[in-house]
């Protein structure tokens, strides 16, 4: 049985997150924001494994820092990782266990679509 489900929008919302139902489409918009306005390139390196290149703005890194935050609170399996390998290069690294593969599937997806609307 797969651990979410695809609604009309094609929005995805896995049954082991905690976030109040009503609060989803709000998060759902800023992860779609932030997709639109920091996301510059995305690289699968995994299965499990899912890697944003970001603008390397701090207001960036701070977004960043709050959404995936607020994100792992509600979404425990999720991992974020934050790093800057150089003073112009600032990645998100997202992992999940093997359980969770399709809900970073509807992620990296939801990534690079929401980048070529742009």
């Given at each position: 049985m797969s651990d979410h489900?695809?609604?009309t929008d094609d929005a995805w919302v896995p049954d082991a997150c905690t976030l109040p139902t009503a609060e989803r489409p709000l998060?759902?918009?800023e992860f779609d924001q932030f997709?639109?306005?920091a996301v510059r390139g995305v690289d699968r390196l995994s299965?499990?494994?899912l890697r944003l290149q970001l603008d390397d703005a701090a207001?960036?890194?701070e977004t960043a820092r709050d959404l995936t935050a607020r994100e792992s609170s509600c979404c425990s399996f999720f991992t974020f990782?934050?790093?800057r390998s150089g003073p112009d290069t600032l990645t998100l690294d997202v992992r999940v266990p093997a359980a969770h593969v399709d809900v970073l599937d509807a992620v990296?997806?939801?990534a690079v679509s929401v980048r070529r609307q742009r």
């Open positions: 489900h695809i609604t998060r759902l918009a997709f639109t306005a299965a499990q494994h207001q960036v890194e990782d934050l790093s990296a997806q939801r």
